[in-house]
């Protein structure tokens, strides 16, 4: 699997957009992007994938670049609950095993 | 919809004892589940795939014997901590992967165990 790299942690103010980047600068043609969540003491949440296109759902939006080397998760008006540690993932299609980084712990401020 | 639970939430038990951990999918079947480790201020580390019907696989460096997952039904996974020891103490999170769609994984709440 492609190896991920995240900075460890950012600040965001509340009802500000909190992007967050990823580089996988060695990713395949047939890996997927995902990005999760682990709100304290939780299970991880799941939040969105994407392949090589952009996609939006209820909770972000990700954007990937053109040549996929790096991806940005997007909330676009943070709040107090989307404090958490965020993870980027890439896995190969069908492959299912999920290797976590280090991910990045979002401080969203009042 | 895809909803994971665990039982328990949090468990205490001596050395030397094991603990059984329940992994259910509440509102789909899942084939496939997987199990992880986190100890404080880490990352989730894999520790083994469990296929309903068939053996778990195990990742590199994690005992199978020590660890015993039974993955009987489409909706429960178990994994079992044999003689457990202060150094087994750590969040123990299963996962799911629904039929409705083979690529994501969906997280159980995690269950605390702490070996005295």
């Known amino acids: 699997d492609a190896k991920t790299t995240q900075p460890p942690s950012m600040d965001c103010a509340e009802g500000r957009a909190a992007n967050l980047p990823c580089n996988h600068s060695?990713?395949?043609?047939?890996?997927?992007v995902y990005w999760y969540r682990q709100i304290h003491s939780q299970g991880p949440q799941y939040i969105i994938h994407?392949?090589?296109n952009n996609e939006t759902n209820e909770m972000a939006s990700l954007i990937i670049t053109e040549d996929r080397k790096s991806s940005t998760l997007i909330l676009p008006h943070a709040t107090l609950r989307d404090t958490a540690v965020y993870y980027c993932i890439v896995i190969i299609y069908n492959f299912n095993k999920f290797y976590f980084g280090s991910g990045t712990k979002l401080n969203v401020k009042p | 919809g895809a909803v994971v639970s665990q039982h328990p939430s949090w468990v205490i038990c001596k050395s030397g004892t094991s603990v059984k951990i329940e992994c259910r999918s509440l509102?789909?079947?899942?084939?496939?589940m997987f199990w992880y480790r986190q100890f404080p201020k880490q990352s989730l580390m894999l520790m083994a795939t469990s296929n309903e019907g068939s053996k778990a696989t195990y990742e590199q460096g994690v005992e199978k014997d020590k660890f015993l997952i039974n993955h009987a039904s489409l909706t429960l996974s178990t994994l079992t901590v044999t003689s457990a020891h202060p150094e087994d103490s750590s969040f123990y999170i299963c996962?799911?992967?629904?039929?409705?769609?083979?690529?994501?994984?969906?997280f159980g709440p995690g269950t605390r165990l702490l070996v005295l």
């Open positions: 509102d789909f079947q899942a084939t496939t």
């Open positions: 060695t990713i395949s043609g047939n890996e997927y």
């Open positions: 994407g392949l090589k």
């Open positions: 996962s799911a992967l629904t039929d409705r769609d083979l690529e994501t994984q969906y």
